[in-house]
């Protein structure tokens, strides 16, 4: 009986959804673990902008919020901008000009948010539905202005209109006669020859004013606008669509917006002569959330393994539900690993929630119908780091360099796995590998006591790739993550020429 509880423990967490986009809402709302004080955070009405590495669950916590939201009797409007338009095709032509691509990329996300709002007014969840379709149709209108960029002939004909009518009769007998009759009309004419390209503008002043519009029509409901996957845009029209929403959202009184992006894949603003384009952050947007810093656990294991035992606990729950006749244990994950197995697991997760599920995953598959024991875990954090992590960099010889002589040095040299990098040489190299969560950082700002003028980023070399370099010693215990000057800093660009 145990080990047929121990084989459906197993199952369940094999069973866990690894993305938030393919669970319904109700699982979402069900799922969801906010770290720390994030929730708070989140679910204040401020303008914000969340960021965030891939895996950390930006899109789960932008999904619960709006299901919160519907719940409270608000409108919350869901954007998902890799589906907008045509991301690979027109935005990334480098043919056409910035500033074509990125009015049809501020017109094709319009067209997206009329939709739904067009959606929820035809549904009659509205109660103000006529001023809620007033609202869209003075969106319409601002948001599809075309002009045409190019020359324009016209040709008129000018004229009186003129009718005329001839007849004729003619006697051919006595009392017969025969008779024809003619009628011919001229009237004034116009024409009008355009030659050019139609291009879009979108006229902020009307469009801002048919946004408020729209906010008043779902009164007293609040107006939320959800955009996820921002950093999917390209990264030169990305200030485009921030331009947008400074202008034509973010005044709007009842109206709020939410940006969920990868940090160092975002491009919010750009300085121009006289003024500047797009969202300066910390003032058109209250704040900027960090989920990377929210669930960084390194001063305080105790908090992370509380959450992710909660995160598992949530998930698992229903799933073995639907599977045993029996009560469901009420200390599942527990019930699941060995001592000491479940923190390797949340060690080798890195933070990152997705990466602990896809790693408990294949743990439950190693261990069959046993616990789960460190060296499954171990063995599954290398074969995830093999699977999925080392291939994401594999057409990228600069990261893939920039990884190699690190790991030499760091691994190889010192024998430990956290390593100290003076903010400035922070390279693109840097971003693709934390992208990757090949390296991950742990703290920022680390202040040289020696030279308090100089700021360093802490950073760990992943879980699974340093046991998967330790081989045969993965048995034994992993160093843990300190951070001591004369030992961590990394001369990064010293390494890469030696390399």
Not at 3 to 11: D, E, G, P, T, V
Request: hydrophobic residues 45%; glycine residues 6%.
């Amino acid at each position: 009986m145990a080990q047929a509880i121990q084989m459906h423990l197993n199952q369940a967490l094999m069973r866990i959804p690894r993305r938030a986009e393919s669970a319904d809402r109700s699982t979402l709302a069900a799922t969801y673990v906010a770290a720390g004080s994030f929730s708070a955070m989140i679910n204040s009405a401020d303008h914000q902008i969340l960021f965030g590495r891939r895996g950390t669950g930006k899109t789960h916590a932008l999904l619960h919020l709006q299901e919160l939201l519907e719940r409270t009797g608000d409108l919350a409007i869901y954007l998902d901008l890799r589906t907008i338009g045509s991301t690979g095709g027109l935005y990334a032509n480098p043919a056409v000009s910035p500033a074509q691509r990125g009015t049809q990329l501020l017109v094709d996300t319009l067209e997206s948010v009329h939709d739904r709002l067009f959606a929820h007014a035809v549904d009659g969840h509205s109660p103000n539905q006529d001023a809620l379709l007033r609202g869209l149709d003075a969106l319409v209108s601002a948001a599809t202005e075309v002009e045409v960029i190019g020359e324009t002939e016209q040709e008129q004909t000018f004229g009186d209109a003129v009718e005329r009518e001839c007849s004729a009769e003619l006697s051919i007998a006595p009392n017969v006669k025969a008779g024809a009759r003619h009628r011919t009309s001229a009237t004034a004419s116009s024409r009008r020859k355009r030659t050019g390209v139609e291009q879009h503008r979108v006229l902020f002043g009307p469009l801002s004013r048919a946004v408020q519009a729209v906010a008043d029509g779902v009164r007293p409901a609040r107006l939320w606008l959800l955009l996820d996957e921002w950093s999917s845009v390209p990264l030169d029209l990305q200030p485009f669509l921030a331009d947008l929403l400074r202008r034509s959202v973010l005044p709007v009184r009842g109206a709020t917006v939410k940006i969920a992006a990868i940090e160092h894949r975002a491009r919010f603003f750009v300085p121009l002569a006289d003024d500047y384009l797009g969202i300066e952050v910390g003032s058109d947007a209250a704040s900027a959330v960090s989920l990377d810093d929210a669930l960084v656990f390194d001063q305080s294991p105790e908090d992370a393994q509380a959450f992710f035992r909660e995160l598992f606990a949530s998930h698992v729950r229903p799933i073995l539900a639907s599977m045993l006749r029996t009560a469901v244990p009420g200390a599942s994950v527990d019930a699941a690993f060995h001592t000491g197995a479940f923190p390797e697991l949340v060690r080798a997760a890195e933070g990152v929630p997705r990466d602990a599920i896809n790693i408990a995953a294949l743990a439950a598959q190693h261990a069959r119908g046993e616990k789960i024991t460190t060296a499954h875990v171990r063995r599954a954090a290398r074969d995830w780091y093999l699977r999925d992590k080392q291939a994401a960099i594999s057409r990228d010889e600069d990261a893939e360099r920039v990884l190699g002589a690190l790991v030499d040095e760091v691994v190889g040299r010192r024998r430990c796995r956290t390593f100290l990098l003076p903010a400035r040489d922070r390279t693109a190299a840097i971003d693709t590998l934390c992208d990757a969560r090949l390296l991950h950082i742990l703290r920022r700002g680390v202040v040289d006591p020696r030279r308090p003028g100089r700021l360093y980023d802490g950073y760990a070399i992943d879980y699974g790739c340093y046991v998967s370099l330790l081989a045969g010693d993965t048995a034994k215990n992993i160093p843990a993550d300190v951070f001591t000057f004369d030992k961590a800093v990394v001369d990064l660009p010293r390494l890469c020429r030696s390399s």
